[in-house]
């Protein structure tokens, strides 16, 4: 890792709308330089995509009603997020905890209902953020010319810890974990634990930058990270759930 | 949150040894500006506090040998990492989880085996980081004169997500946590799920400059993050396990 990174928002990204050509609208106003790595926030990716939902075309199934009523949560919100997702981690009184079909567990299943501009209407996480990332890091390689990384980020509750902090949801051109383990430390021990989740790391560190209330700053260009391009997909940081002592 | 933040390592900062003033050493070399956030490995704490405990001067109780066996770890270890925690989260061969005395979830009771100069010998946290983190920042103030936040910083891993991530496990002189509760999105739509874990994203961010390896990288100046004067602590952090679906 580099010894100085600095992470500031992308100006003047206007609110994304369905068909929006995110990475010519972000290489546009940011300035790339070779190395730099891109964080978007999820639900721009999502804007872009169309992954609007309305609650008028949503049919509720009989199990998304019940459930929505165990846990005090409108049947057609249950509805999508059972749809988006493949198990119930946890449940409580306005509490349903998801595996979500992307693999991550979380709230809801990060579906979004800031800022979408209407109490009857959601925003789902893009259909595949690692392909979106994939498709997005390519296209401005190709705009800007220059080797950049690019991380979906979105805001992730956890378990044990109060409050969200920011996770990759989809990686494309990096590494998504840093694995030393084999490598030595000070004194020559081999190092243990020693898989760090960087992407998720920046993400959080972009999560700083963007805030929370608004779209305007969803776009973060991170410097100074030192990286080699290497396949990574969001995949890579999730635990399979049999290999999980909390599943 | 500011537009713009950068993150860089204190340079040439030696290894700690137990009675370094660590303020002092950070001060001499970090040219910190008012608003700053010094983030310190909590191992730099540990070392300076003399928080090292040797395989020889640890007694093992029956319970920690019987646990030791049962999860395939050294006996001396286990006994230390009873003795650090108040219950055991979770346990399998090779895994240990426990919530700590601090109240934190973490594998091993976050007991450091890397850097520490020998295979029976290991550093403990610090006795009570969010003391020693207000002492911290309370004194680079008074030698700074500048207006300071400081965080103590670990590395945990986490359910569901591979590889460790920087949390604050000591936070003094601003907020640990951000709440935006009862706020506003763009369209006027009251936001529901804004209460973002600052101090841990700023740990985590600090985590990406800092490596995992040594310790020459263990302490990092953030600047540009906005923030208030607040009495905010770790402890604000965390969540209580009879709250926790997942304890």
Not at 195 to 213: E, F, K, M, R, Y
Request: hydrophobic residues 50%; charged residues 25%; proline residues 4%.
């Amino acid at each position: 890792m580099g010894s100085q990174v600095s992470l500031r928002a992308v100006p003047g990204l206007p609110l994304i709308a369905p068909g929006d050509d995110l990475a010519q609208l972000v290489a546009d106003r940011a300035a790339l330089c070779d190395g730099d790595i891109v964080v978007l926030a999820s639900k721009l990716v999502s804007r872009a995509e169309d992954r609007f939902v309305e609650a008028a075309d949503v049919v509720v199934s009989e199990a998304a009603r019940a459930l929505a009523d165990e846990v005090d949560k409108e049947p057609w919100i249950v509805e999508l997020i059972l749809r988006e997702s493949v198990a119930v981690s946890r449940k409580a009184p306005g509490v349903l905890i998801v595996r979500h079909r992307l693999g991550f567990v979380s709230a809801n299943a990060a579906i979004d209902r800031s800022n979408v501009g209407g109490e009857d209407r959601v925003l789902l996480l893009p259909e595949n953020p690692d392909a979106s990332a994939a498709a997005l890091c390519a296209r401005l390689a190709e705009l800007t010319g220059v080797r950049v990384g690019l991380i979906i980020s979105d805001s992730f509750g956890r378990p044990f810890r109060v409050g969200t902090v920011g996770v990759a949801i989809g990686v494309a051109g990096l590494p998504a974990v840093w694995d030393q383990r084999g490598g030595a430390d000070l004194h020559g021990r081999t190092l243990e634990h020693t898989v760090t989740a960087v992407a998720d790391q920046i993400a959080a560190a972009a999560d700083l930058v963007a805030g929370q209330a608004g779209e305007g700053r969803g776009a973060i260009v991170v410097r100074g990270v030192q990286w080699e391009a290497a396949p990574g997909c969001a995949g890579d940081l999730l635990r399979p759930a049999e290999m999980d002592l909390y599943a």
